[in-house]
């Protein structure tokens, strides 16, 4: 009832920059917040940054300085600019975000993921 949907991820040099994009539809009352997530190859699903419906971001350490979060309310879509990519950011990014369906129920989602290859 309630979809996710990531954009952006593709193949990118060391030092270039990407950035992702994750917009949500469906029947939604409200987004408390939207964020992303991170799932690198024979690797367990890592938090990556998040951003409130009032604008507070959070972090994950091995994010912070390279890694922006923002979001466009009336488009309920949340972006992940990435900048000084390194090989160790090849994952597949997933968009995730806590929301109020019309049901009033709320719940977290998850989009299919976006795939970001970091390679020369």
């Known amino acids: 009832q309630v979809q996710l949907v990531e954009s952006g991820g593709g193949l990118v040099q060391p030092g270039g920059s990407l950035r992702l994009s994750c917009a949500a539809s469906?029947?939604?009352?409200?987004?408390?917040?939207m964020g992303w997530y991170r799932q690198a190859p024979g690797k367990g699903r890592e938090f990556v940054a998040a951003i409130t419906s009032g604008g507070s971001t959070n972090y994950a350490d091995s994010g912070k300085g390279r890694f922006t979060i923002s979001r466009d309310g009336a488009k309920n879509t949340v972006y992940l600019q990435i900048d000084s990519l390194k090989p160790e950011d090849t994952a597949v990014y997933y968009c995730n975000a806590d929301i109020t369906a019309t049901s009033r129920n709320r719940r977290p989602y998850w989009g299919e993921g976006t795939l970001v290859t970091v390679s020369s």
């Open positions: 469906g029947s939604i009352f409200s987004i408390n917040a």
